[in-house]
């Protein structure tokens, strides 16, 4: 159990701002690491308080703006890059309590929430309601909508509806030195000044604390229909991807597993995995009824392009069956080795199967077993390196080969980060793929937004020298 103890000076201050019940002294709490693998990153909050407002947390973070303590914010703790881990202490500043609906507008598709509501409550009240709220992340019942904005999160549904920023239209956050900021609201359009609220997506509590936002929604699917592709190889999987692209269909989502990643989890794979099998490709379509039917259709007849099999899904029971072991496909892989290390690099899509190919390689140089799976229709690899989690040995040479990979995506033309940003495993990363002036920008925002670099210090920082 986490225990670290709160000097009386600091819970009596924060007891004022917050109630003394929102304090917490560890007992209970794990705030010292996130999600990130192999417990890579630890950090030790020298407090943490749950404020239940966006007043509270402007009372919080002013007091840290004037005493010079670090503010963490954190959301449901499911990052994989260190991002809400109090490296340097500080003070942690979570959300969960922050969860109300403030408002909801089925007739006009927008959500107003507050920053700890969670993924998967904002997608049911949706669903609920007919409608869809699009990004799809893991963890939905841990992740909540505050961190969701501040990673800016993807997700398999990504290809067709954008990641977590395209659906957010408006935002409350506290900034430095703990004033309340709003930034867009129920609107669609906004081109009057600079994009703040851009720029506080994805910003990772670096330039403030989001506090509630603004979602668009939109009328759900009537049908979600998957296809499954199989293929011997990277090659042909690929080219029966860039088949789909070439004919001008818009599938839901394009998601991949490559040789060794079929081979962790395929044998729980709904309908089974042929043999020879050593790729996969799943197409979704979505629609009306008629439409996605015919879509799935002509996905199956493109995704036939070399295959060793084809499988239209029908019926509800199916394809969430296919999305559950979809979901399991981590899970899988770690089990292979007991530990794993994955990076989310994005790569242009003609690159794609060099990534995934160049992926296997870099492992096998470092002695580790390499695979990749993911987002296929946005160049996003989960490119794994499988690790006894005891060996310090695995660990050293994982981390060397994760250096290669942030290598290959910047070579290939692409990002060290699709989709869970820098935090703190990959600071200093940025300045791998940017110009000087870029970096130089990048730095200036910051600065701007937090004067004192206070706001999760050490995190999304462009260069490390």
Known sequence: MTRWPVSEGLRRELSALVGPEAVLDGAGVAFE??????????????????????????????????????????????GYTGGAVPVSGGVVVALERLSRIRSFDPGLWRIEVEAGATTATVRRLARENGLLYPPDPGAGEQSQIGGNIATNAGGPHAFKYGVTGAWVTGIEAVVAPGELLFVGGPIRKDAAGYDLRSLLVGSEGTL?????????????????????????????????????????LVPAAIEFLDAGALAAAGGSLPGGVPEGAGFAVIAEADGDRAGAEALRGELAEALGFGSLAVRELTGRAEVEALWRWRDGVSLAVRARRGGKLSEDIVVPLDRLAEAIDETVEIGRR??????????????????????????????????????????????????????????????????????????RLHEQVKSAFDPKGLFNPGKKVARTT
């Open 33 to 78: 690491t996130d999600e990130s693998e192999s417990g890579a990153v630890r950090g030790r909050p020298d407090a943490a308080v749950l404020p239940a407002s966006a007043e509270e947390v402007m009372r919080v973070v002013a007091w840290c703006y004037e005493h010079d303590v670090a503010i963490v914010p954190r959301g449901g703790g499911s």
């Open 366 to 439: 470092h002695d580790l077993e390499a695979l990749s799976w993911g987002h296929a229709g946005d160049g996003n690899l989960h490119s794994t390196l499988l690790v006894d989690p005891d060996s310090a040995g695995d660990l050293e040479r994982a981390g060397a080969a994760a250096e290669e990979l942030f290598e290959l995506a910047v070579r290939l033309g692409g990002s060290v980060s699709g989709e869970h940003g820098l935090g703190w495993l990959k600071r200093g990363q940025l300045a791998r793929q940017w110009t000087p002036a870029a970096v």
């Open 208 to 248: 403030g604390i989001v506090t509630a936002a603004w979602l668009r929604l939109i009328p759900a699917p009537e049908s979600v229909l998957p296809v499954v592709g199989l293929y011997p190889d990277t090659a042909a999987g690929c080219a029966a991807i860039t088949a789909v692209l070439e004919s001008g």
